[in-house]
């Protein structure tokens, strides 16, 4: 086609935007938690805050994908900016004077607005790479593991910027200075992205949304129950547990802990995003059929759940915010970060090999919002065990997760020729 943009020049915009939106996004998360951590919210009410955006995660990627279809791909990824510059201005106007309760809808209510920019954003820049990316010699797999793993390693940046903007600035003005710059990357984005990419179709029906490729399906719930499996420990658990175990509870303390939680958080992010890059090489993806990668990921699942397991039996063991615990924690969390990327990014390949071009933004759609639900699902079990059971319940639980990651990805299908 004539008006098929350079693939290329359309990818490294499409990261680019990707990228600028992470960065916030991951600061904004650690923002949120330690400011509001220090204000005394229990873990069940620091859950509470994230709880909406993955709601709105669900529904986003569900809709999404279907807007994607019939307005185009660079409707939704300029609106997911857009709407991620309004949700951090409108966060800075919180108010310290309300009361928790108020605070606490407030946040939520702005959240789930930065949750559907979240999604916009990351839907359309993965159904991109699958228009983009060169056909043949493991081309997707490459182009779907950089955008990945490198977008995972600007939110570890985001992160560890986050913790130092709380420390450095205060709450408002770190929030406030995201937006502006964020604004002035949209406004670069619209400048520099070149035309060509798909511009929908008006006859694209919302009842296409629901996939009948049973790999597609099944894909879907093992992504539910992986990305639960993070974030029921990710989310609160360790990040308090960290903050119980660094900080004498001085405002002295509180700033030394911010900085050293964000920077064990952006280093696990940063790892993660590294690994999910060097998955094609690990996986030998370019030398191996596709019914080989789809039989690995129920094996490398596996090999996952041996870590939180691990953990959790520590953690019983050593019982507390002890300091045997804490290096033991640190270690085995930065395994679980190799293991989990080498999945991620093996679903994140396969999500795509599966999909047709003609419907790739409406199972991406699906898939991703599959994964929002995993991560509303761990969210909200990581105040829960936590505040339960501590680190153990949390580990624990954890490790379920990802058995029943297991059992479903090994429901997949070693061929592709299935109706979607």
Excluded at 324 to 334: E, S
């Amino acid at each position: 086609m004539s008006d098929r943009p350079d693939g290329l020049s359309a990818y490294i915009a499409v990261t680019a935007a990707y990228w600028a939106f992470m960065l916030t996004d991951g600061a904004l998360r650690m923002l949120v938690l330690l400011h509001f951590h220090t204000l005394g919210f229990s873990p069940l009410q620091l859950a509470y805050l994230f709880v909406l955006y993955e709601i709105a995660g669900m529904v986003t990627n569900l809709s999404a994908g279907w807007i994607a279809a019939r307005f185009g791909l660079t409707l939704t990824l300029y609106a997911g900016l857009g709407l991620q510059v309004v949700a951090l201005v409108a966060l800075a106007r919180l108010d310290p004077a309300w009361s928790v309760g108020l605070s606490v809808a407030y946040v939520m209510v702005v959240q789930g607005a930065s949750g559907i920019a979240k999604d916009l954003a990351k839907m359309s820049s993965k159904s991109a790479v699958k228009l983009l990316a060169p056909k043949g010699d493991g081309g997707l797999f490459r182009w779907v593991a950089v955008l990945t793993g490198s977008k995972n390693a600007v939110k570890g940046l985001g992160f560890l910027l986050g913790g130092a903007l709380l420390a450095t600035f205060g709450f408002v003005w770190a929030v406030l200075g995201m937006a502006a710059v964020l604004a002035a990357i949209l406004i670069g984005v619209l400048i520099a992205m070149p035309p060509g990419l798909p511009r929908g179709r008006k006859g694209a029906k919302f009842s296409e949304l629901f996939s009948k490729s049973a790999n597609v399906n099944w894909l879907s719930v093992a992504r539910i129950f992986l990305f639960g499996a993070r974030d029921v420990w990710f989310v609160v658990g360790i990040p308090v547990y960290f903050h119980a175990v660094l900080s004498d509870g001085s405002a002295e303390g509180n700033r030394a802990a911010f900085f050293m939680i964000g920077s064990f958080m952006a280093v696990w992010i940063i790892l993660y995003g590294a690994m999910q890059a060097a998955a094609p090489r690990i996986l030998r993806a370019s030398a191996r059929p596709e019914s080989e990668l789809i039989g690995a990921a129920r094996g490398w699942a596996l090999a996952l759940f041996l870590v939180p397991a691990s953990l959790a039996l520590a953690a019983m063991v050593y019982s507390g915010a002890t300091p045997v615990m804490t290096p033991i924690v640190v270690a085995g969390l930065l395994a679980f970060g190799v293991l989990f990327a080498i999945n991620s990014s093996l679903h994140s390949y396969l999500i795509l090999a599966f999909s047709r071009d003609e419907r790739v933004t409406l199972d991406v759609g699906f898939y991703y919002m599959a994964n929002a639900g995993g991560r509303l699902l761990g969210t909200v079990l990581s105040g829960l065990t936590y505040q339960a059971g501590g680190l153990a319940l949390c580990l624990g639980t954890a490790a379920v997760m990802v058995g029943l990651s297991a059992l479903a990805a090994g429901r997949l299908e070693p061929h592709a020729a299935q109706p979607s």
